[in-house]
DNA sequence: CGGTGTAGTCAG
DNA sequence: CTGACTACACCG
C-alpha cells in the first residue's frame, strides 16, 4: 500500500524521455569478443549438438486476431502486450457484446491456459485488454476480445471506473488523429518492502491455473497525423480502485520506464523520431460519464 | 446429478 | 460503457 501512495506521488516527476533510447555501452570482455569471433555456422553446429531435441520455446511469437494481435505469458495465463491500432471507424457500428462470451483460446495450449472458472468467484472480473468498445464495426472482432488470453483479472472498479474512462479517451483520440496504436498489458510491480528493506513482488493468483493477479495496468499511445507519428503518452495504473479525483496524467511515465519494467522493447522499428507528449498535444481529461 | 446456454437483473 | 450474478431450461 505503501508503494501505491509513493507511485502517485512519484509517476509526476518522472523523467519524462520519449523517444529517446540509450543503450548501455558495457566494457567488452574477452569472453564477449571471442563470442564476435564466433561464425554463425558455428554456432549453429553448437545449438545443434546441445539443444539436439529444440530450442526451447516461451510461446511468446504474436498471435493474430480480427483486429488485435498480442503476445501471451504461458506461465502467468495472462497476455504480456495486446496491440490495437484503431481509427474513429472501428468504434462504431452494431456489434453488441451480449452475442460474445469470455472462452479459453484455442490457439493456447490448455496447459498454458486459463479458463472461466479460474475467474468466477474469485473477487477479480475478467478485464479486457483489448476492449470490447474498440470492435463495435464488427462482431467477430469484437468476439474475439473474449478470448481470456485478452484478459487479465482486474479489480472490478477498477475496470467499470477508471479504466473503463480510460479506454472511452482512447476512443476519443480517434476523432482528432488519424489513427491511434495502443498497445495495453499487464504488470507486476515491486509493492512491498520486507523488514530489511528488500524490495518485494507479490501477487496473487486465482483458480487451480493460478493466473497471475497484475499489480499493475499500463497502455502506451502512439498517435499518427498523416501516417506519421506524432504523439505517444505511456501510464501505469494501479489494478484497484482509483477515486475519480486522479487524473490521466497523474500515471504518465516515460516510455523508457515502461520498456525496461516490461521488458519489452515496443517500437523497435520507430527510430530516431521525436514524438511529442501525447498529454501537451491533448487534455488527456478522462469524461466523468460516458459520450 | 452436474455442466451448458440464455435471458434478465443489478452495480460501478 | 465496464462487468458479475441469478434463475431457469436443457441435456447426457
Known amino acids: ?24 555501452q558495457s566494457p567488452k570482455s ?7 569471433q564466433v561464425s554463425d555456422d558455428v554456432k549453429e553446429q553448437i545449438k545443434r549438438r546441445i539443444l539436439k531435441y529444440g530450442v526451447p520455446n516461451r510461446g511468446e511469437e504474436a498471435k493474430v486476431f480480427t483486429n488485435h494481435v498480442l503476445s501471451y505469458d504461458q506461465s502467468k495465463k495472462i497476455p504480456i502486450w495486446v496491440a490495437e491500432c484503431i481509427t474513429k471507424e472501428h ?35 475478467r478485464g479486457h485488454m483489448a ?26 472498479d477498477n475496470n ?42 507479490v501477487y496473487p493468483v486465482i483458480g487451480k491455473n493460478e493466473v497471475a493477479v497484475p499489480t499493475h495496468l499500463y497502455k502506451i499511445i502512439l498517435v499518427e497525423t498523416n501516417g506519421t507519428p506524432s504523439a505517444i503518452g505511456c ?16 500515471f504518465q511515465v516515460s516510455l523508457e520506464e515502461i520498456q525496461r519494467r516490461i521488458g519489452v522493447e515496443f517500437f523497435p522499428k520507430l527510430d530516431g523520431t521525436r514524438l511529442q507528449s501525447l498529454c501537451s498535444v491533448d487534455s488527456c ?7
Open 1 to 24: 500500500m505503501s508503494y501505491t501512495r509513493g507511485f502517485f506521488a512519484g509517476t509526476v516527476t518522472t523523467l519524462f524521455a520519449v523517444g529517446v533510447y540509450q543503450y548501455a
Open 30 to 36: 574477452i569472453q564477449h569478443q571471442y563470442d564476435q
Open 91 to 125: 468504434a462504431q457500428g452494431n456489434a453488441n457484446r451480449k452475442y460474445s462470451k469470455f472462452m479459453p483460446d484455442s490457439q493456447i495450449l490448455s496447459l498454458f491456459s486459463a479458463d472461466n472458472q479460474d475467474y468466477l468467484g474469485s473477487g477479480w472480473s
Open 131 to 156: 476492449p470490447a468498445g474498440n470492435n463495435k464495426h464488427d462482431q467477430r472482432a469484437m468476439d474475439d476480445t473474449f478470448y481470456l488470453s485478452n484478459i487479465v483479472p482486474q479489480d472490478m
Open 160 to 201: 467499470s471506473g477508471f479504466w473503463n474512462r480510460f479506454e472511452m479517451y482512447c476512443r476519443h483520440l480517434t476523432k482528432r488523429f488519424d489513427s491511434v496504436q495502443i498497445f495495453s498489458g499487464p504488470l507486476v510491480l515491486p509493492t512491498e518492502t520486507d523488514e530489511k528493506g528488500q524490495k518485494l513482488v
Open 235 to 250: 501510464f501505469i495504473v494501479p489494478n484497484q480502485p482509483i477515486e475519480n479525483k486522479y487524473s490521466l496524467t497523474e
Open 285 to 291: 481529461t478522462l469524461t466523468r460519464r460516458q459520450g
